[in-house]
C-alpha cells in the first residue's frame, strides 16, 4: 500500500463517516439532571447509553443533554467514580427531565488514585484509554506494547519477532526513552537509560485494569519527561466479588502460558485480597531467541467509606536468550531468523521485584489525599562469550611464553546491575462541585544503581571470578506540580497545568584529562501547560493546548562524554488542537499538533572526545501531523474502528559523520527524516459479532517507510509495511463457571515479510558511502490459541 494510497482511503473514511451524519440525526432529545443524595449537583458524570456510541458528561450544575435521538425505548447508564452507577431504562418521546440520583459508594474505589495524572475531557490533549476488557481480547501472553498496538500513533517491535521477550514501543516516532510510564502513579522508566524494560513484568497485562496513552507532552506526572507521550496504567481495581480464573495458552514457536489467578472479594465489608501467578515460554521466531518468564501479583488492601489503604507486591524474572545485534541485510532474503550469537548460556537474566503501598484519604467534602511510597528491586546480568578479546580491556597484563606475546583470549564475562529505587508519590485532589477541581502533588524519588562486570572463564585470568570494572551511580528526582480546571460557562472549560522538577546525577564519568572520576550534574526544569475546551453541544467538543516538557540527557550522554562535549537537556514546545464528534452510530475526533524541539538529541555518527559515538544536540527539529479516530456502527452486529496518523518529523539542519579512511567524512542535510518516524501509521479493527457469543475481528496495522539514521536515506530505511491479524473469541456461560472464553488469533494472516526496527552503521572507501544494515524481522504467519475459565 502506498503512501499516496493510504492517504486516499483515509480520506474516503473521514468523508463517508461526516456525509452519513445527517442520515442517522433525529430530532428528538433526552435531558436531565444528576444529583447527590442530599440534592447538591454533580458535574462531571458520564451519561450513556447501551448499545450505541452515544454519550455526554454533566455541567457545572449537574445538567445534561442528549440531542437528535430517534423515538424508542434506552437503557441509559449514569455513572461517576466514587459514586455507584445507576442503569435506567429510558422512553422517547418524553416530556419530563431524567431526574438521578447517585449515591456514594460503600466503598472508595481505586481509580481515584490515578486521576490527578491521568487526562480527562477537560484536559484539552491528545489521549486514548484501554480498557480491562479490551486488553483480555489481545491477551495470551504477549508483552503490553504488544497489546497497544492498534492504538493511534503506535509502532511496536518485538527482537524475538514473535512478541515474548524484549519488545519496544514507539509513539509519533519517540522512543521508549522519551516516553514516561507510570504504575498506578509511580514512575517506572530505568532512571539511568530512562528506558522501559517491559520483559521484566512478564504477564502484567493480567494485572492491569486500565492504560491511558497521552500523547505529546501531556499533563504532568511523575518520573521522566514525557516527551513524546506517556503511558499511564493502573493495575487491579477492587472487585466486591470473589472470583477465581485460569488462563491457558500456546501457539507457534513453542510459545505456551499458563496464568492462574484468584481474589478473595470484598470480605467482612473491607478486607480484599487479590494474587496472580503466571509463566511464559517461547522458542522465538529468531534463532535461539528464547524466553523463559515467571511473574507473581499480590495486593491485599483495606476499603472503607472514606478512605482505603493496598499493598501491591510484583515480581518478574526473566530469562532471555540475546538477540540483540539483528539480521544483516544481506541475510533476510535467504536467512531471515539468522542470529549471530551460538554460545549455548548467552542470555540476558534478570529480576525485578516492586513494592507499592497506596493510600487514599478523604479529608472533607471537597479535599482528597493520596500518598503512595515505593521501592522497586532489581538484579541481574547478561552473559557474553567474546572471542579473542584483548586482555587489556579487563585489566589485565598480556602474557609471555617463551618468545610469544600474548594480548587476546577468549573471554566470558557477566555484565551486572544490581539497583534500588525508591520514594513516595502524592497528591491532594480538590472539587468543590461546580466550577473548580484542581489537583497538587509531585513525588521524590532516589535511584541507586551498581554497575560492575566480572570475567567468569578465560585463560589467561588469574582468578575468576574477576570483577574488572565497577561504577555507582545514585539518582534523586524531585517535582511538585498544581493543575486547576475551571469552568467559566457550561461551554467554556479552562486548564492550567505547572510542574518544577528537579534532578540529581552523580555518576562516574570522563573527565577533560580522560580520567574516571565521580561527577555530578544537577538540572531543574520547568514545564508549564494550558489549554482550553469548548462543548459546542451534546455532541461536539473542541480543544486547544500548549505545554512545554523538559528531559535531561540519559546515563551514556554523561558517562560517555567529557564536561567540555556533555550534551545539553532538551526542551519541546507542544501546541495541539482537536475536535470531538459523535451520534449513536458513530464516533470521531481529528487532532493536530505541532511539536517544535530545541537541543534534541540524536546520533549523527560522530565520535566525541572520548572515544564515544554519543548523542548530540541538533537546535531544530520538529514534528507536525494529523492523528484522526473514528469508530462507527455499521449494523448492530458490525463495528469499525479506524484511526491514522499523518505527519511530517524533520530535523531542520543536520550534520552526519561516517567512518572513513582517512578517520571521520561529516556530510550536510537540511529538512531529513527523523529517525523511525513514519509519515504515514494507521489502525484498523473490523469486528463481527457473528452469532451469540461469537466475535470475529480482522485487526490490520498500516505504518509507512522509516529510516534507520537521520539521512532520508533510501539505502537505509525500512520499508512500508501492511499487517492483517484474524481473531476469534467465543463466549460461553456454563452453570458451573461464570464464562469460558476460546481465543484463536491468527498474526500476519497473509505472511506479510516485514522488519520493524533496525540500525544502521556506515563507511566511506575511495569516496563511496557503504551501507551496513541490521534488522529485526517480525514473524509471517503464526498462530496463538487460548483459553480462559473465571468461576
Given at each position: 500500500?502506498?503512501?499516496?494510497?493510504?492517504?486516499?482511503?483515509?480520506?474516503?473514511?473521514?468523508?463517508?463517516?461526516?456525509?452519513?451524519?445527517?442520515?442517522?440525526?433525529?430530532?428528538?432529545?433526552?435531558?436531565?439532571?444528576?444529583?447527590?443524595?442530599?440534592?447538591?449537583?454533580?458535574?462531571?458524570?458520564?451519561?450513556?447509553?447501551?448499545?450505541?456510541?452515544?454519550?455526554?458528561?454533566?455541567?457545572?450544575?449537574?445538567?445534561?443533554?442528549?440531542?437528535?435521538?430517534?423515538?424508542?425505548?434506552?437503557?441509559?447508564?449514569?455513572?461517576?467514580?466514587?459514586?455507584?452507577?445507576?442503569?435506567?431504562?429510558?422512553?422517547?418521546?418524553?416530556?419530563?427531565?431524567?431526574?438521578?440520583?447517585?449515591?456514594?459508594?460503600?466503598?472508595v474505589m481505586d481509580e481515584v488514585v490515578v486521576l490527578a495524572t491521568r487526562a480527562n475531557e477537560k484536559s484539552a490533549i491528545a489521549y486514548t484509554d484501554v480498557s480491562k476488557r479490551d486488553l483480555t481480547k489481545l491477551n495470551l501472553g504477549q508483552d503490553l506494547p504488544l497489546l497497544l498496538n492498534f492504538t493511534p500513533s503506535v509502532?511496536?517491535?518485538?527482537?524475538?519477532?514473535?512478541?515474548?521477550?524484549?519488545?519496544?514501543?514507539?509513539?509519533?516516532?519517540?522512543?521508549?526513552?522519551?516516553?514516561?510510564?507510570?504504575?498506578?502513579?509511580?514512575?517506572?522508566?530505568?532512571?539511568?537509560?530512562?528506558?522501559?524494560?517491559?520483559?521484566?513484568?512478564?504477564?502484567?497485562?493480567?494485572?492491569?485494569?486500565?492504560?491511558?496513552?497521552?500523547?505529546?507532552?501531556?499533563?504532568?506526572?511523575?518520573?521522566?519527561?514525557?516527551?513524546?507521550?506517556?503511558?499511564?496504567?493502573?493495575?487491579?481495581?477492587?472487585?466486591?466479588?470473589?472470583?477465581?480464573?485460569?488462563?491457558?495458552?500456546?501457539?507457534?514457536?513453542?510459545?505456551?502460558?499458563?496464568?492462574?489467578?484468584?481474589?478473595?472479594g470484598l470480605m467482612s465489608g473491607h478486607f480484599v485480597v487479590d494474587a496472580r501467578l503466571s509463566k511464559i515460554a517461547s522458542d522465538g521466531y529468531i534463532d535461539r531467541a528464547s524466553s523463559d518468564l515467571k511473574s507473581f501479583y499480590l495486593s491485599g488492601g483495606y476499603y472503607s467509606k472514606k478512605s482505603f489503604v493496598r499493598l501491591?507486591?510484583?515480581?518478574?524474572?526473566?530469562?532471555?536468550?540475546?538477540?540483540?545485534?539483528?539480521?544483516?541485510?544481506?541475510?533476510?532474503?535467504?536467512?531471515?531468523?539468522?542470529?549471530?550469537?551460538?554460545?549455548?548460556?548467552?542470555?540476558?537474566?534478570?529480576?525485578?521485584?516492586?513494592?507499592?503501598?497506596?493510600?487514599?484519604?478523604?479529608?472533607?467534602?471537597?479535599?482528597?489525599?493520596?500518598?503512595?511510597?515505593?521501592?522497586?528491586?532489581?538484579?541481574?546480568?547478561?552473559?557474553?562469550?567474546?572471542?579473542?578479546?584483548?586482555?587489556?580491556?579487563?585489566?589485565?597484563?598480556?602474557?609471555?611464553?617463551?618468545?610469544?606475546?600474548?594480548?587476546?583470549?577468549?573471554?566470558?564475562?557477566?555484565?551486572?546491575?544490581?539497583?534500588?529505587?525508591y520514594g513516595t508519590v502524592f497528591s491532594f485532589d480538590y472539587d468543590n462541585k461546580n466550577r473548580l477541581t484542581a489537583n497538587i502533588g509531585g513525588g521524590l524519588n532516589k535511584y541507586q544503581g551498581k554497575h560492575f562486570g566480572e570475567v567468569i572463564s578465560g585463560q589467561f585470568v588469574p582468578t575468576t571470578p574477576y570483577r574488572y570494572?565497577?561504577?555507582?551511580?545514585?539518582?534523586?528526582?524531585?517535582?511538585?506540580?498544581?493543575?486547576?480546571?475551571?469552568?467559566?460557562?457550561?461551554?467554556?472549560?479552562?486548564?492550567?497545568?505547572?510542574?518544577?522538577?528537579?534532578?540529581?546525577?552523580?555518576?562516574?564519568?570522563?573527565?577533560?584529562?580522560?580520567?574516571?572520576?565521580?561527577?555530578?550534574?544537577?538540572?531543574?526544569?520547568?514545564?508549564?501547560?494550558?489549554?482550553?475546551?469548548?462543548?459546542?453541544?451534546?455532541?461536539?467538543?473542541?480543544?486547544?493546548?500548549?505545554?512545554?516538557?523538559?528531559?535531561?540527557?540519559?546515563?551514556?550522554?554523561?558517562?560517555?562524554?567529557?564536561?567540555?562535549?556533555?550534551?545539553?537537556?532538551?526542551?519541546?514546545?507542544?501546541?495541539?488542537?482537536?475536535?470531538?464528534?459523535?451520534?449513536?452510530?458513530?464516533?470521531?475526533?481529528?487532532?493536530?499538533?505541532?511539536?517544535?524541539?530545541?537541543?534534541?538529541?540524536?546520533?549523527?555518527?560522530?565520535?566525541?572526545?572520548?572515544?564515544?559515538?554519543?548523542?548530540?544536540?541538533?537546535?531544530?527539529?520538529?514534528?507536525?501531523?494529523?492523528?484522526?479516530?473514528?469508530?462507527?456502527?455499521?449494523?448492530?452486529?458490525?463495528?469499525?474502528?479506524?484511526?491514522?496518523?499523518?505527519?511530517?518529523?524533520?530535523?531542520?539542519?543536520?550534520?552526519?559523520?561516517?567512518?572513513?579512511?582517512?578517520?571521520?567524512?561529516?556530510?550536510?542535510?537540511?529538512?531529513?527524516?527523523?529517525?523511525?518516524?513514519?509519515?504515514?501509521?494507521?489502525?484498523?479493527?473490523?469486528?463481527?459479532?457473528?452469532?451469540?457469543?461469537?466475535?470475529?475481528?480482522?485487526?490490520?496495522?498500516?505504518?509507512?517507510?522509516?529510516?534507520?539514521?537521520?539521512?532520508?536515506?533510501?539505502?537505509?530505511?525500512?520499508?512500508?509495511?501492511?499487517?492483517?491479524?484474524?481473531?476469534?473469541?467465543?463466549?460461553?456461560?456454563?452453570?458451573?463457571?461464570?464464562?469460558?472464553?476460546?481465543?484463536?488469533?491468527?498474526?500476519?494472516?497473509?505472511?506479510?515479510?516485514?522488519?520493524?526496527?533496525?540500525?544502521?552503521?556506515?563507511?566511506?572507501?575511495?569516496?563511496?558511502?557503504?551501507?551496513?544494515?541490521?534488522?529485526?524481522?517480525?514473524?509471517?504467519?503464526?498462530?496463538?490459541?487460548?483459553?480462559?475459565?473465571?468461576?
Open positions: 500500500m502506498t503512501n499516496a494510497t493510504t492517504y486516499r482511503f483515509a480520506a474516503t473514511v473521514l468523508l463517508w463517516c461526516v456525509f452519513h451524519l445527517p442520515v442517522w440525526a433525529q430530532s428528538l432529545t433526552l435531558s436531565g439532571t444528576v444529583r447527590e443524595a442530599d440534592g447538591s449537583p454533580l458535574p462531571g458524570a458520564a451519561i450513556t447509553i447501551d448499545g450505541s456510541l452515544k454519550g455526554t458528561n454533566t455541567d457545572a450544575s449537574g445538567t445534561f443533554r442528549l440531542t437528535n435521538l430517534r423515538a424508542g425505548t434506552y437503557q441509559v447508564r449514569v455513572s461517576l467514580v466514587g459514586y455507584t452507577a445507576i442503569d435506567q431504562s429510558v422512553t422517547l418521546p418524553t416530556s419530563e427531565p431524567l431526574t438521578v440520583q447517585l449515591r456514594q459508594s460503600e466503598v509502532v511496536t517491535t518485538s527482537d524475538a519477532g514473535a512478541g515474548v521477550g524484549y519488545t519496544g514501543i514507539r509513539i509519533r516516532g519517540s522512543d521508549a526513552t522519551r516516553v514516561n510510564v507510570t504504575l498506578n502513579g509511580i514512575p517506572y522508566n530505568d532512571a539511568e537509560s530512562q528506558g522501559t524494560f517491559w520483559v521484566n513484568m512478564p504477564d502484567f497485562a493480567s494485572s492491569v485494569n486500565s492504560v491511558q496513552i497521552q500523547r505529546g507532552v501531556g499533563t504532568s506526572t511523575n518520573g521522566a519527561g514525557a516527551f513524546g507521550a506517556s503511558v499511564n496504567v493502573q493495575t487491579n481495581s477492587l472487585q466486591k466479588d470473589p472470583y477465581a480464573e485460569v488462563n491457558l495458552s500456546g501457539g507457534s514457536y513453542n510459545t505456551r502460558r499458563a496464568t492462574v489467578q484468584a481474589g478473595t501491591n507486591v510484583f515480581s518478574g524474572q526473566e530469562k532471555t536468550y540475546q538477540a540483540w545485534n539483528g539480521v544483516p541485510e544481506e541475510l533476510l532474503a535467504t536467512n531471515r531468523t539468522y542470529n549471530e550469537f551460538t554460545y549455548p548460556n548467552q542470555t540476558d537474566n534478570y529480576q525485578q521485584d516492586q513494592y507499592q503501598l497506596i493510600t487514599s484519604t478523604e479529608l472533607s467534602r471537597n479535599w482528597r489525599a493520596n500518598v503512595s511510597l515505593f521501592y522497586t528491586k532489581g538484579r541481574g546480568y547478561y552473559e557474553e562469550l567474546k572471542e579473542g578479546d584483548r586482555l587489556s580491556k579487563y585489566g589485565l597484563p598480556n602474557v609471555v611464553i617463551r618468545d610469544s606475546i600474548i594480548s587476546r583470549s577468549t573471554i566470558v564475562r557477566r555484565r551486572w546491575l544490581d539497583n534500588d529505587f570494572y565497577e561504577d555507582n551511580a545514585t539518582k534523586t528526582d524531585v517535582n511538585v506540580y498544581a493543575k486547576a480546571f475551571y469552568q467559566f460557562t457550561s461551554k467554556l472549560n479552562a486548564f492550567l497545568d505547572l510542574q518544577v522538577r528537579s534532578v540529581n546525577y552523580s555518576f562516574l564519568g570522563f573527565n577533560s584529562q580522560l580520567q574516571n572520576v565521580q561527577q555530578q550534574a544537577s538540572l531543574t526544569f520547568f514545564n508549564p501547560k494550558a489549554g482550553l475546551t469548548f462543548a459546542a453541544n451534546d455532541r461536539t467538543t473542541a480543544y486547544a493546548s500548549f505545554g512545554v516538557g523538559n528531559k535531561e540527557p540519559n546515563r551514556d550522554d554523561y558517562t560517555q562524554s567529557t564536561p567540555g562535549s556533555r550534551p545539553l537537556a532538551e526542551r519541546l514546545y507542544d501546541w495541539e488542537a482537536g475536535i470531538k464528534t459523535r451520534t449513536d452510530r458513530v464516533a470521531m475526533s481529528l487532532n493536530g499538533y505541532y511539536m517544535n524541539y530545541r537541543n534534541q538529541l540524536v546520533l549523527n555518527g560522530a565520535i566525541n572526545d572520548v572515544g564515544a559515538f554519543n548523542r548530540i544536540n541538533v537546535p531544530s527539529s520538529y514534528r507536525a501531523g494529523i492523528e484522526a479516530e473514528v469508530t462507527t456502527l455499521l449494523t448492530k452486529a458490525l463495528r469499525w474502528s479506524v484511526n491514522g496518523t499523518f505527519s511530517q518529523n524533520k530535523i531542520r539542519n543536520y550534520t552526519q559523520f561516517f567512518d572513513s579512511d582517512a578517520g571521520q567524512e561529516a556530510r550536510q542535510f537540511s529538512q531529513t527524516d527523523i529517525a523511525f518516524s513514519p509519515n504515514v501509521i494507521a489502525g484498523s479493527q473490523l469486528l463481527l459479532t457473528a452469532a451469540k457469543g461469537l466475535e470475529i475481528g480482522l485487526l490490520s496495522k498500516y505504518v509507512g517507510k522509516q529510516f534507520l539514521d537521520n539521512t532520508s536515506s533510501d539505502a537505509r530505511k525500512i520499508d512500508a509495511y501492511f499487517v492483517n491479524d484474524l481473531r476469534f473469541i467465543y463466549t460461553l456461560k456454563p452453570t458451573f463457571a461464570k464464562e469460558i472464553v476460546f481465543t484463536l488469533l491468527v498474526n500476519n494472516l497473509f505472511s506479510e515479510r516485514y522488519v520493524s526496527n533496525g540500525y544502521t552503521y556506515g563507511y566511506v572507501s575511495e569516496g563511496r558511502l557503504d551501507s551496513y544494515n541490521y534488522y529485526y524481522p517480525q514473524a509471517t504467519r503464526n498462530v496463538l490459541a487460548g483459553v480462559r475459565v473465571r468461576f
